[in-house]
């Protein structure tokens, strides 16, 4: 079943930038995972962050994590083209590595 | 230096074929899996293997049989396609989930389109 949901469906925005993607699950979680897929590819691992974490940075991320909400946030600061992608929240409820994926968020950064 | 590599990357079958896809990680991961990602971009575990055996199994259909010969491969196998089995399949990997929580490594994808 469906765990993570992200909003908005789609976002567009111009370089420069900074785009928040947003995921809303249901059950408790392990850990909870954002990934990069660009068109046609696999899927590429972004941030993990554990669920007794708030937040976690990496480069122009930043991933926050609110186990009271069941929500999480992820924020790319100073876009660019090259950031064009779908953006999937994965949780991991389970503790055998076993991701459950959220529809994904289109990302479209225009130069 | 592909790290988990599948093939084929395009697949295109009539209905009631039988049909394999292959997957190879040199990551030394303990653990495989299959997704399979719809037209609406829906990615879904299918199998997960860890050490040769299957630790989980969705409900998907009998007909799709992984198949790991060694802890670097692991295949897929569908007999008796069907429309809806037209997606993309996904091979992914990762070390030991039991150690922790590890972050996973997708394969390219398998486009299958069953006519």
């Known amino acids: 079943s469906q765990q993570g949901e992200e909003d908005p469906q789609a976002l567009s925005i111009q370089e420069g930038e900074n785009a928040t993607m947003n995921c809303s699950y249901k059950?408790?979680?392990?850990?909870l995972q954002w990934y990069r897929q660009n068109s046609g590819r696999g899927l590429v691992h972004l941030i993990l962050?554990?669920?007794?974490?708030r937040e976690k940075h990496s480069g122009r991320l930043r991933v926050t994590l609110d186990t009271s909400k069941k929500s999480s946030s992820l924020l790319i600061t100073a876009s660019r083209a090259a950031d064009t992608a779908s953006y999937f929240c994965?949780?991991?409820?389970?503790?055998?590595?076993?991701?459950?994926f959220g529809k994904g968020t289109m990302l479209l950064v225009s130069p | 230096d592909t790290a988990v590599s599948q093939t084929p990357k395009y697949l295109v079958t009539q209905m009631g074929n039988d049909k394999s896809i292959k997957c190879e990680q040199n990551?030394?991961?303990?653990?495989m899996y299959w997704y399979k990602q719809d037209s609406k971009k829906f990615l879904k575990i299918m199998f997960s293997?860890?050490?040769?055996?299957?630790?989980i199994n969705e409900t998907v259909p009998n007909r799709f049989s992984p198949k790991s010969p060694d802890k670097a491969h692991l295949n897929l196998h569908i007999n008796s396609l069907e429309l809806g089995d037209s997606a993309v399949y996904f091979c992914?990997?990762?070390?030991?989930?039991?150690?922790?929580?590890?972050?996973?490594?997708f394969g390219p994808g398998t486009r299958l389109t069953v006519t």
């Open positions: 992914a990997s990762s070390q030991a989930p039991r150690q922790g929580a590890y972050e996973q490594y």
């Open positions: 059950t408790s979680i392990n850990n």
């Open positions: 962050i554990r669920s007794n974490e």
């Open positions: 994965a949780t991991d409820n389970s503790g055998y590595s076993t991701l459950t």
């Open positions: 990551l030394g991961h303990d653990t």
């Open positions: 293997y860890n050490n040769k055996e299957l630790i």
